[in-house]
Each structure stands twice: as structure tokens, then as C-alpha cells.
């Protein structure tokens, strides 16, 4: 499902549905042979997976070519990529020239990548998101009485983005879902220049670093190993407080693009996903550990039983 969602945000209808069918199937073989070691022989996971990459940048790569056609015939763009390929189409006919890194094949590669970043952290804070809301009916319930303030099912609309940013109180709950469990744990960088961490150790030029994301969000917070959507509240503000240790979306100039699309996503989801259902999790021994896959999730993969809870369910269309 979070798969449909990315791809209808990144290149929209350039995807048939026999398209997506074969791209969700080769996504599939990249994320597991992403784990596995890295032995590119073939009947092995990671030159499937080398494979499947190859196929998803080709078919991405044509996104972009039929999405330069459309821009340039003066359409409106629809997805991420149209308004990209808008900017692209307009510099080409400014200058005459394409701009550095603009063909089709290396457009297809930074869409695979943004995808790829997209696409797995979000469907673990969503995965993450049910589990929490399940284990804390109190957190529920606010969050349901503050969505049906304002969004009904039954009035057959989208949420709008005036209505996501009324939703303060679910906006903490996303916020504390991705302090709480970060989607991607370590984030590497490389030290660019002797860097002093303390008074007694200096990391040296060259070296690859791997600061603990997950371990980062459990420092500074007041009591930071609950789930309190409440320390993201206006009066609280821990996230400013504490920022050093909010550290999901990274910081300073490589701070995450996405971030915005990834906080608006999940609070989308969650003010749809419990209005419109009732849920239980099927709880298990160890359900609630974390496994790895890259990005962090449920050790079941949070499966839960769901049943309507709105009357009917909404007629909603994209335009």
C-alpha cells in the first residue's frame, strides 16, 4: 500500500498498473537482497537485487522521458517528477543547453534514491505508528476526538493541508512515533576534517562515522523511553530544546529533503487510518522487538485485525 502511495507521488500515471505490478515485485527483490551478503552471483540475493535496481532505474528513467514530453507540450505538472522535468524543460529553453545531470538515465538513478528513502522510512513509522496508537488507547483517543473535530468520512473530501496543520496534537503523535522509533538508525558520514567529539578524542580526516540516530532520540528528552506525544506540544517544545538529539531528520545543510512530505505523510495516515478503522494488534512473544530490514519495524511486522468504524467508508478521488 505505502508502495502505491510513492509511486503515484513520484512519477503518478507514467506507471500502468502492469508497470507498478512489476515494479513492486522487483522493489521487493531489492529489499531483501539489500540485507543478504554480498555475493553478485547469480541465484544470489544480492545480484537479484543488483538486477532489480538495474530494471527500476530503467523503468524510472522513462518516467522522466514521458514527463519532459508533457512539460514541454505545456501541461500541468502532477507528480514530483512533472515539476521537476518543468524546471528542467525551462532551462533547456533558456539556455539553449541541458543542465548538468539531466539526462533521463541519471534522473531515473536520484528518483530510484529518493524513493528508496522515502519508501522504507516511511512504511516503518507507519508500521510503528499502529503498534504505538495500540499499546496506548489514551493516545488514541485524543487523536480521534481531535480528527473528528475536524475531518469527517462522511463529507467525501480530502484532508487539506489547512486541515493537517489544525491537527496539532496528531502532528506531535508523527513526531514522537519518529523520535521514538527512527526509521533509519545509523546514518554514515564521512569526516572531512579532523574533528574534535570530546576533549580527549579527535576523529580523524577520512574517517567513516556511524552516529546512533536510535540511541540519540533516548538522550536529553525528558524521560525520553516513554512514548509522550505531549513533549512536541507548544508549551513543551522538546524538540527545540533538545534538537542536538532529534536527530531522524539529520541536521544542518544535509537535513532531510523529505522531511516535510515524510511528517505530513504520516499524519495523513494516521488521522485516516484511525477514523476510519477499528484496529487490534495480534500481539505475540517479542512482537515489539525491533527488527531490521534496513529501516526498523515491528518483529511481526505489526499485524493487527481491522474492521470499519465509520459508517461508510469515503468516496474520495484524486483529481
Not at 545531470?101 to 507507519?126: N, P
Request: glycine residues 4%; hydrophobic residues 35%; charged residues 25%.
Amino acid at each position: 500500500m505505502n508502495l502505491e502511495t510513492s509511486q503515484t507521488v513520484f512519477v503518478g500515471r507514467y506507471l500502468s498498473r502492469e508497470a507498478r505490478d512489476k515494479f513492486r515485485d522487483d522493489y521487493n527483490l531489492f529489499n531483501t537482497g539489500l540485507m543478504k551478503l554480498p555475493f553478485d552471483l547469480p541465484g544470489f540475493a544480492f545480484r537479484n537485487a543488483r538486477l532489480a535496481v538495474e530494471r527500476l532505474v530503467e523503468t524510472l528513467s522513462d518516467c522522466a522521458t514521458q514527463s519532459k514530453r508533457r512539460m514541454s507540450e505545456g501541461d500541468e505538472p502532477s507528480c514530483l517528477i512533472d515539476f521537476w522535468m518543468q524546471e528542467t524543460v525551462r532551462e533547456i529553453a533558456e539556455s539553449k543547453t541541458a543542465p548538468p545531470h539531466s539526462s533521463d538515465v541519471e534522473i531515473g538513478s536520484y528518483l530510484f534514491d529518493f524513493l528508496f528513502a522515502s519508501q522504507d522510512a516511511s512504511t516503518s513509522s507507519l508500521l510503528w505508528a499502529v503498534t504505538l496508537l495500540d499499546s496506548h488507547p489514551d493516545v488514541l483517543r485524543r487523536v480521534r476526538e481531535e480528527v473528528s473535530r475536524i475531518w469527517s468520512p462522511e463529507s467525501d473530501t480530502l484532508i487539506s493541508a489547512e486541515q493537517l496543520r489544525e491537527m496539532k496534537y496528531t502532528q506531535a503523535v508523527a513526531r514522537e512515533v519518529i523520535r521514538y522509533r527512527p526509521p533509519a538508525t545509523l546514518v554514515p558520514h564521512i569526516a572531512m576534517k579532523d574533528f574534535p567529539l570530546t576533549e580527549s578524542y579527535t576523529i580523524p580526516k577520512g574517517t567513516i562515522v556511524f552516529p546512533s540516530v536510535y540511541e540519540s532520540s533516548f538522550q536529553g528528552f525528558t524521560e525520553a523511553d516513554r512514548f509522550e506525544p505531549e513533549r512536541f506540544s507548544e508549551d513543551r517544545q522538546e524538540e527545540v530544546i533538545f534538537k542536538r538529539n532529534y536527530l531522524a531528520f539529520g541536521a544542518g545543510p544535509h537535513q532531510c529533503v523529505g522531511q516535510r512530505y515524510a511528517l505530513n505523510h504520516l499524519v495523513l495516515f494516521i488521522a485516516m487510518f484511525v477514523t476510519v478503522l477499528d484496529f487490534k494488534r495480534h500481539r505475540t512473544d517479542s512482537c515489539d522487538e525491533i527488527m531490521y530490514c534496513p529501516t526498523i519495524c515491528p518483529k511481526d511486522g505489526c499485524s493487527v485485525f481491522l474492521s470499519q468504524r465509520c459508517p461508510r467508508y469515503p468516496n474520495l478521488t484524486l483529481n
